[in-house]
């Protein structure tokens, strides 16, 4: 079974860092592409940011570039989000999903994030 | 503000058609294909259902359909049901800075 689970998450202040992590399984991690969207109480899913499938090319949403970054570790069959300068906007549940077919194929829960002071 | 338009609400009755549109620009649905469609019921994790544009995954229902002209992307639910009452959300490639794009969702109500 394709399963996709998000951990990391919780309440932060305003300015710190968070680092959120995907474990994946039931599927060959390394043959797919990976994202990051989050999605903010009551709000829509906002794309946050993405990895092929070796780590080499990587994109950020502007709402996030050069605050969030994005990596993964094949070996290990997980996906990170290093997430830092954290503002109250960044309050959202954050989702992984799995690129196939041109689409998200498959979805963790989410992990809540919520910046507070 | 959302890159891709989608109507807020959409409504129909047991059995009926509907069609959700999702409007966006030469930059992102008018110039590429990966146009994808998702149904997120509350309280979980979206669920893909449409993917280039028009591709049904397997395991997803014949009554969800979708397709493509020019700037705007269309997901047509057939013969609804009650389950079908959800959020629907398409995304497309862009090419501007931010490379993926989420409409801002569609609440259909089954009547």
């Known amino acids: 079974e394709v399963q996709l689970v998000e951990s990391g998450g919780g309440l932060v202040q305003p300015g710190r860092s968070l680092r959120l992590s995907c474990a994946a399984s039931?599927?060959?991690?390394?043959?797919?592409?990976m994202h990051w969207v989050r999605q903010a109480p009551g709000r829509a899913l906002e794309w946050v940011s993405g990895?092929?499938?070796?780590?080499?090319?990587?994109d950020y949403a502007d709402s996030v570039k050069g605050r969030f970054t994005i990596s993964r570790d094949n070996a290990k069959n997980s996906l990170y989000l290093q997430m830092n300068n954290l503002s109250t906007e960044d309050t959202a549940l954050y989702y992984c999903?799995?690129?196939?077919?041109?689409?998200?194929?498959?979805w963790g829960q989410g992990t809540l994030v919520t910046v507070s002071s | 503000h959302s890159a891709l338009t989608q109507p807020a609400s959409v409504s129909g009755s047991p059995g009926q058609s509907i069609t959700i549109s999702c409007t966006g620009t030469?930059?992102?649905?008018?110039?590429?294909?990966?146009v994808s469609w998702y149904q997120q019921h509350p309280g979980k994790a979206p669920k893909l259902l449409i993917y280039?544009?028009?591709n049904r995954p397997s395991g997803v229902s014949n009554r969800f359909s979708g397709s493509k002209s020019g700037n705007t992307a269309s997901l047509t639910i057939s013969g609804l049901q009650a389950e079908d009452e959800a959020e629907y959300y398409c995304?497309?490639?862009?090419?501007?800075?931010?490379?993926?794009?989420f409409g801002g969702g569609t609440k259909v109500t089954v009547l």
């Open positions: 280039n544009a028009s």
């Open positions: 039931g599927f060959t991690f390394d043959n797919n592409a």
């Open positions: 990895v092929n499938w070796n780590g080499n090319n990587i």
């Open positions: 030469s930059s992102d649905i008018g110039g590429y294909g990966y």
């Open positions: 999903a799995r690129v196939e077919y041109g689409g998200y194929s498959q």
């Open positions: 995304n497309s490639y862009t090419s501007g800075s931010t490379p993926w794009v």
